[in-house]
T-cell receptor
């Protein structure tokens, strides 16, 4: 079984400051990792994904994440946030190639990012 | 493509009532799933389907039924609504691995249905 822990339920930050949203996972097999964003009263939108290859993954809206296998982490970062980045962010994991639970995502609890002017 | 569509957007039910949440996708995806979202708990998988005629339970299946008669549609039925089923429900779909491509499970989400059970 796999699990995901987002270490911060809420992260307040001022506009133009850097931000890091932390995500740790556990799994007995190789994994694919995802970050989704949910703006107020909307559905989920994929920010970025790690499937294989380079451990630094770049996504939309200037976000990036680094896969650290030894630390079992997939932290999300942005060097300078905007008011429009205010949203809830979800880390998710699924089994990698050969896994039996194709398509099944396990989500973290979510981190609410609030960007203040 | 419309992607993943869900109806209704909002619904209020009384305890004991039944209803069906509709989900459809036009991307010819084989895999479809239903999640519920509750504050502080992220999204939890209710039921999923790997193709027409095939369904299975997720993490929180009790009180919900599904069927998959076509590739496009995956309705979620609440048989006897309870206040504990007050939540936001998301439907998602994803494709199957293609020859020469690595597996990945990017799921496309619908806009959600906000359900309140009184």
């Amino acid at each position: 079984a796999q699990s995901v822990t987002q270490l911060d339920s809420q992260v307040p930050v001022f506009e133009e400051a850097p931000v890091e949203l932390r995500c740790n996972y556990s799994s007995s097999v190789s994994v694919y990792l995802f970050w989704y964003v949910q703006y107020p009263n909307q559905g989920l939108q994929l920010l970025l994904k790690y499937l294989s290859g380079s451990t630094l993954v770049k996504g939309i809206n200037g976000f990036e994440a680094e896969f650290n296998k030894s630390q079992t982490s997939f932290h999300l970062r942005k060097p300078s946030v905007h008011i429009s980045d205010t949203a809830e962010y979800f880390c998710a994991v699924s089994e990698g190639a050969g896994g039996t639970s194709y398509g099944k995502l396990t989500f973290g609890q979510g981190t609410i990012l609030t960007v203040h002017p | 493509n419309a992607g993943v569509t869900q109806t209704p957007k909002f619904q209020v039910l009384k305890t004991g009532q039944s209803m069906t949440l509709q989900c459809a996708q036009d991307m010819n995806h084989e895999y479809m799933s239903w999640y519920r979202q509750d504050p502080g708990m992220g999204l939890r998988l209710i039921h999923y389907s790997v193709g027409a005629g095939i369904t299975d339970q997720g993490e929180v299946p009790n009180g919900y039924n599904v069927s998959r008669s076509t590739t496009e549609d995956f309705p979620l039925r609440l048989l006897s609504a309870a206040p504990s089923q007050t939540s936001v429900y998301f439907c998602a779909s994803s494709g199957t691995p293609q020859r020469g491509r690595k597996w990945y499970n990017e799921q496309f989400f619908g806009p959600g249905t906000r359900l309140t059970v009184l």
